[in-house]
T-cell receptor, first 116, second 113 residues
Framework: AQTVTQSQPEMSVQEAETVTLSCTYD???????LFWYKQPPSRQMILVIRQEAYKQQNATENRFSVNFQKAAKSFSLKISDSQLGDTAMYFCAFMKIKSSGDKLTFGTGTRLAVRP | DAGVIQSPRHEVTEMGQEVTLRCKPISGHDYLFWYRQTMMRGLELLIYFNNNVPIDDSGMPEDRFSAKMPNASFSTLKIQPSEPRDSAVYFC???????????FGDGTRLSIL
């Protein structure tokens, strides 16, 4: 079974600064996907970024980028130029690649507060 | 395009009552997932469907829970009888294909008194 660990329950960052959220996972699979989802106080689950394990290049989406270290099973999220709207819970998630589809396995989340 | 639509957004009911949560996936998406979020257990998958067929229901907690997908545009999650420990936020998500990101609805916050 896969496990996803987010060791930082809470983090805080000053507006306009950069913050990195940590995520590690455990799997015996060689091919899989990793995701970061954001859950603001409105409760929505919003996809932030996706990384395919077979790709060496780190995914980037505007101010959001990841540091994917496959050998270390690490998948951290960097938020640059933090904005007040980035305040949310952030969940790291793992998904095996199966032809029949598979579930997301989520970490316990990191609550990020962006200070004005 | 409309996203995943869940109803109701909030549900408060008394223990023992039947509860039905509804979900309309994004049109064209072949996969539909039901997740439950609680403080104690975080986000956990209950069941998922592929082309309206249940694929994995190993996360359904007990026989009081049942899920159906009668067609490609509608799914229900039913709890009968409900118990206070069922109180949680229930999310529905859908994806186009097995390796595509899952898009979540806004969730239903369920409170069982």
């Amino acid at each position: 079974a896969q496990t996803v660990t987010q060791s930082q329950p809470e983090m805080s960052v000053q507006e306009a600064e950069t913050v990195t959220l940590s995520c590690t996972y455990d799997t015996s699979e060689s091919n899989y996907y990793l995701f970061w989802y954001k859950q603001p106080p409105s409760r929505q689950m919003i996809l932030v970024i996706r990384q395919e394990a077979y790709k060496q290049q780190n995914a980037t989406e505007n101010r959001f980028s990841v540091n994917f270290q496959k050998a270390a099973k690490s998948f951290s999220l960097k938020i640059s130029d933090s904005q007040l709207g980035d305040t949310a819970m952030y969940f790291c998630a793992f998904m095996k690649i199966k032809s029949s589809g598979d579930k997301l396995t989520f970490g316990t989340g990191t609550r990020l507060a962006v200070r004005p | 395009d409309a996203g995943v639509i869940q109803s109701p957004r909030h549900e408060v009911t008394e223990m023992g009552q039947e509860v039905t949560l509804r979900c309309k996936p994004i049109s064209g998406h072949d996969y539909l997932f039901w997740y439950r979020q609680t403080m104690m257990r975080g986000l956990e998958l209950l069941i998922y469907f592929n082309n309206n067929v249940p694929i994995d229901d190993s996360g359904m907690p007990e026989d009081r829970f049942s899920a159906k997908m009668p067609n490609a545009s509608f799914s229900t999650l039913k709890i009968q009888p409900s118990e206070p420990r069922d109180s949680a936020v229930y999310f529905c998500a859908s994806s186009f294909y097995s390796n595509q990101p899952q898009h979540f609805g806004d969730g239903t916050r369920l409170s069982i008194l």
